[in-house]
């Protein structure tokens, strides 16, 4: 098959890409920057043999994007967190655009397997014990989640018409090969390079591994069902999360305990300094209210249905701390412990 996939330069879509290839398929880019594209995939000369330059709101660029193309894995998200309103509802605007050139274009040319990226972010949580696929989405929030909303619910009532659309739910996506430094990723070198805070709530992640190959399963379906999957390893509380960190890692790494509501407090404070300065996007109110009142997400549909177990937390920790020193993105005078785990005292 020939699948289009968007996003193909990030993190996850870039992934999703090699899981296809791997598996015998064609792969068309839709891209906003050609350079990246080329100088990303210069390894895989036949993902730049179909390539096409041009903007998710682009009617002509998407149409041809689309052209003669069985399938599409819709891994685009031009926002992340610590985004102004403003930023997000121009964001959630492109979205909808992007949605409505894209899927609906895919569905009248008479697609039968589309699979679109959404997040974890967008459940509403409050009061929820263990969330999964059937917890109401968020109205307002945070400006991650509303630029998020709208592209969802849009996308939820092409589902709810029996469209062939599958949804993924991923919280925070780490693993190795991460073109840009995505939050995730970002969030490990950050806790290797000052300290895992203790607070409340905890954690969860999925290896981008494991997410490029339910995109895989999921575009292989014929017709694709309309179905929504939360695409989560297992919860763990930050203590357990420092110790795995410790365990990948070799060493044992400071930790800073810190109340949850005094996080938020600083989280708040990012944001109001952010115009100012250049802070980390992890310092926001949202990030800090993920981070410390996470409800715990059941992933376990994928396994039941796709057949596919998620890897153990501490080997995704240690790939991707073992790829971040490889390529110099943690502080050269600790990275040798990385690549040298025996080498860390604990």
């Not at 998710?56 to 031009?78: K, M, N, V, Y």
């Not at 999360?241 to 005094?262: I, N, S, Y």
């Not at 998620?310 to 005078?333: C, K, M, N």
């Amino acid at each position: 098959m020939r699948i289009l996939v968007t996003g193909g330069t990030g993190f996850i879509g870039s992934h999703t890409i090699r899981a296809l290839l791997s598996a015998g398929h064609d792969v068309k880019l839709l891209v906003r920057n050609e350079e990246k594209a080329r100088r990303l995939w210069a390894d895989e000369p036949r993902v730049l043999e179909d390539l096409v330059v041009g903007k998710l709101t682009s009617g002509p660029a998407t149409a041809d994007a689309l052209r003669e193309c069985d399938g599409l894995i819709h891994t685009a998200a031009p926002v992340t967190l610590g985004v102004s309103r403003a930023e997000a509802r121009q964001a959630a605007s492109d979205n909808r655009r992007s949605i409505r050139l894209l899927i609906d274009r895919a569905l009248q040319d008479g697609m039968t397997r589309i699979v679109h990226l959404s997040t974890t972010a967008l459940f509403d949580t409050r009061g929820v014990e263990i969330a999964d696929e059937q917890t109401p989405i968020v109205q307002g929030g945070d400006p991650y989640a509303l630029s998020k909303t709208a592209p969802e619910l849009a996308v939820r009532a092409l589902q709810e018409r029996g469209a062939p659309i599958a949804i993924t739910y991923p919280p925070s996506v780490i693993g190795p090969d991460d073109p840009g430094l995505s939050e995730g990723v970002k969030g490990i070198q950050l806790f290797l390079e000052t300290s895992v805070i203790l607070t409340t709530s905890g954690f969860q992640i999925v290896d981008v591994r494991d997410l490029a190959a339910i995109h895989l399963a999921l575009i292989e379906r014929d017709p694709v069902a309309p179905a929504r999957y939360v695409t989560t390893a297992r919860f763990m509380p930050w203590a357990e999360f420092a110790e795995l960190l410790d365990q990948a890692a070799g060493v044992r790494l400071p930790r800073v305990r810190l109340p949850g509501k005094a996080m938020r407090f600083f989280g708040r404070l990012g944001d109001r300094l952010r115009p100012f300065m250049d802070l980390d996007p992890t310092m926001s109110a949202e990030a800090t209210r993920l981070a410390t009142q996470w409800v715990e997400f059941d992933g376990s549909r994928v396994t039941r249905e796709l057949g596919i177990k998620y890897r153990d937390p501490r080997a995704s920790l240690g790939d991707t701390i073992r790829w971040l020193a490889e390529t110099g993105q943690v502080d050269p005078r600790k990275a040798l412990r990385f690549t040298h785990p025996g080498r860390g005292r604990r």
